[in-house]
């Protein structure tokens, strides 16, 4: 199965920054993968898949890129409810979808 | 996106079965396949298995042993059964629409605590 590492696990930033988060891959592939926001209490929401594509109704200030083993999503002005865990899927192999351990979004 | 919401019993014994249901509304269940996911508390998400409206399922091999999905299109659920759980499957049950091989939309999940 593929492995997905994601880094940080935790990460202090501030409304209105701009900031980065990481995924890799224990295998390459084009583009099979997905983005998630999870907030406690909360149905998951898709943010990204097909590594760029934003999901329906997702704020243009998330983007996603890579390919390969490496994997980024990018949020272009930090809100004040997108504090909260990213996830990263991968499907490319898809039996099973595996998912990256999460980073953490908190105010610094 | 279409609402999803688990149902089933917070609490499961050792060894016996843990049995869920998830309603879809809004929307058919038709021609989608459709995902249970968990988490256990501080950890990651771990996908489970996959099954389409026509019953045709898919199961992570780590757990393939132990699970059953099943579907019934004229209620618009789907339903997951895992046997002989321990205190390990103790986490919180998600179900999910499939877009391709990804996630496009989730329950709000609930929590299944193994314990005697």
């Known amino acids: 199965e593929i492995v997905m590492t994601q880094s940080p696990a935790t990460l202090s930033v501030s409304p209105g920054e701009r900031v980065t988060l990481s995924c890799r891959a224990s295998q390459s592939f084009t583009n099979s993968l997905a983005w998630y926001q999870m907030k406690p209490g909360q149905a998951p929401r898709l943010l990204i898949y097909g590594a760029s594509t934003r999901a329906t109704g997702i704020p243009a200030r998330f983007s996603g890129s890579g390919s390969g083993t490496e994997f980024t999503l990018t949020i272009s002005s930090l809100q004040s409810e997108d504090f909260a865990v990213y996830y990263c899927q991968q499907y490319n192999n898809w039996l099973p979808i595996t998912f990256g351990q999460g980073t953490r979004l908190e105010i610094k | 996106q279409v609402p999803l919401q688990e149902s089933g019993p917070g609490l499961v014994k050792p060894s016996e079965t843990l049995s869920l249901t998830c309603i879809v509304s809004g929307g058919s269940i038709t021609g989608y396949y459709w995902s249970w996911i968990r988490q256990p508390a501080g950890k990651g998400l771990e996908w489970i298995g996959r099954?389409?409206?026509?019953?045709?399922?898919n199961y992570n091999p780590s757990l393939r042993s132990r699970v059953t999905m099943s579907v019934d299109t004229s209620k618009n659920q789907f339903s997951l059964t895992l046997t002989s759980v321990s205190a390990a499957d103790t986490a919180v049950y998600y179900c999910?629409?499939?877009?391709?091989?990804?996630?496009?939309?989730w329950g709000q999940g609930t929590l299944v605590t193994v314990s005697s």
């Open positions: 999910a629409r499939m877009g391709g091989n990804w996630l496009d939309s």
């Open positions: 099954i389409y409206s026509t019953g045709s399922t």
